[in-house]
């Protein structure tokens, strides 16, 4: 046989209030914001970087292309990667 207990525990999103060694300094804040911010951007361009190179050889093959239908399909695929690289950016920003 077995007795169900119920417990009610109440959240605390201050556990410790007076005591300062659970809060950060502001030169901790500002570091870990710094490190959030430098690792956003490595990761934008990390992302953006292969895009942006398969961007450029497409261009470039635009403008020695003579076919209509292979110009269709280029111009196709670069606004792809337009959109793609608006995303990244407004994702990582």
């Known amino acids: 046989m077995s007795v169900a207990t119920s417990i009610s525990l109440e959240q605390c999103h201050r556990p410790c209030p007076d005591m300062r060694h659970h ?3 502001q030169e901790d804040k500002a570091r870990g914001l710094s490190f959030i ?3 956003r951007s490595q990761l934008r361009q990390s992302q953006l970087t292969p895009l942006q190179e398969e961007y450029s050889t497409l261009t470039e093959q ?3 292309c003579h076919d209509f239908f292979e110009l269709k399909r280029i111009n196709a695929r ?3 990667l337009d959109k793609q690289m608006e995303q990244i950016s407004t994702r990582w920003s």
């Open 62 to 64: 635009e403008k020695k």
């Open 23 to 25: 809060s950060l300094t």
């Open 78 to 80: 670069l606004r792809q």
């Open 37 to 39: 911010e430098r690792t």
